[in-house]
């Protein structure tokens, strides 16, 4: 960004702070939550009855010939072969390989997709009663968490990330049931796990030991896919709240 448009921009952000009355109720902001119902109700309805399904998450950028969109790919086929139905949001990249291995082992391929000004656009490999999109990202990870008995999270991006620390968190303060996180390429994640044992836990003591416990690290479809098995051998499938 140049030296010019560093100051266009510093006088916009002047000028809205100038130009706000904090006193305000903007009528537009109170009808937003008619939207927000709206969401949420088309999720519940269309997901109602979906079954067990696990949560394949990603970037939108990885490419069809990339070692980690085939392994995405081969967890989804997998899962369906187990007896699950899988859920992506909906896009390209690892988004699409896991709606893709699902779709062609006719399993159930359900769509959670993001409206966006960039990268996102439904793949074509959703059952068409199964996409539903959201202009909400908090509407959208409610639909994931509620509907999912497994995340398997894929290298991505700050969405992976959000949608990863997102469930975590729900389940480290209890607010719901544990299901299985299972990240998947050990040389991608490794250092951020790295970060917070060494980090996190051992120097600044802002989480506990047992919170190592809520996910599990692997390299391979078929550890993935026995994780989840391996956790539920000992709990019902259920939904999470």
């Known amino acids: ?136 990202f908090f509407v959208r990870k409610v639909m994931f968490v509620k509907y999912s008995q497994g995340f398997v999270v894929m290298p991505g991006g700050f969405g992976t990330l959000d949608e990863l620390f997102e469930a975590l968190t729900l389940i480290q303060t209890k607010k719901i049931g544990r299901f299985p996180i299972v990240m998947v390429g050990k040389a991608y994640w490794s250092g951020l796990l790295d970060w917070i044992k060494t980090t996190m836990l051992e120097t600044e003591h802002n989480i506990n030991p047992e919170d190592l416990k809520l996910f599990s690290l692997v390299d391979t479809a078929e550890e993935a896919v026995r994780v989840i098995d391996e956790f539920y051998a000992k709990y019902l499938l259920k939904p999470n709240f």
């Not at 709606?99 to 409206?115: H, P, R, T, W, Y």
């Open 1 to 136: 960004m140049s030296e010019t448009e560093l100051l266009n921009e510093e006088d916009r952000i002047r000028e809205a702070f100038e130009d706000k009355n904090w006193n305000e109720i903007k009528t537009a902001d109170s009808w937003v939550i008619f939207k927000v119902l709206a969401e949420f109700v088309e999720g519940f309805d269309k997901l109602a009855k979906i079954g067990p399904c696990v949560s394949i998450f990603g970037s939108a950028r990885t490419k069809p010939d990339h070692e980690y969109y085939k392994i995405a790919e081969e967890i989804a086929a997998k899962l369906v072969r187990h007896g699950y139905g899988v859920i992506t949001g909906g896009g390209p990249g690892i988004m699409e390989a896991g709606s893709k291995g699902a779709f062609e082992q006719g399993g159930k391929s359900v769509g959670l997709n993001i409206i966006l000004p960039f990268e996102q656009h439904s793949n074509l490999y959703i059952d068409p009663d199964k996409n539903i999109n959201f202009d909400f």
